[in-house]
């Protein structure tokens, strides 16, 4: 083979061009298996921010609720991750009443957390349980969701106010 004196120069150029080629490619094969590695634990890590210690509570008398009134309950949880949580609430009988969702973002530790929620005026006399789901933004690729019922409650109407003449 006659190589000719410009053809080992031509050649050392080509190789220094490629030389920061192969740098580039392998900086970005390292941030990729760094992103992916990342990503990987963030799907499959066991997170638990938020355990449910127990049922939920119901804290008026003889279990009973006046439609129209105010149901007042308790449960036991231990919070080890500070996030806000999007809190639904639901009525459950033969009908579910679905409330509103709200943000809640209790503190960390244990601790006792009361609450009361509205039974409608329209809701039906009879037994109920109350269903609350918290849902916990984890990062962009997870959700943790925690589910507590009641023991069941009653629902009775409200005696009419009314008297005839």
Request: with cysteine.
């Amino acid at each position: 083979m006659n190589n000719r004196p410009g053809d080992v120069l031509k050649n050392r150029r080509r190789d220094d061009k490629l030389f920061g080629f192969h740098w580039f490619s392998k900086v970005c094969i390292v941030l990729f298996m760094i992103a992916w590695l990342v990503i990987t634990y963030w799907l499959f890590w066991p997170y638990e921010p938020l355990v449910l210690d127990g049922k939920i509570r119901i804290l008026n008398s003889n279990n009973q609720v006046v439609a129209g009134d105010f149901l007042s309950y308790e449960y036991d949880v231990d919070k080890r991750m500070d996030l806000t949580a999007i809190v639904h609430k639901q009525l459950i009988n033969t009908l579910v009443i679905n409330y509103t969702p709200t943000s809640s973002n209790i503190p960390l530790g244990k601790r006792t957390v009361r609450g009361k929620t509205v039974i409608p005026s329209y809701a039906e006399p009879g037994k109920y349980r109350i269903r609350i789901e918290a849902i916990y933004k984890i990062n962009h690729f997870r959700d943790f969701s925690i589910v507590g019922w009641s023991d069941s409650f009653d629902v009775i109407k409200k005696a009419n106010s009314l008297t005839s003449k």
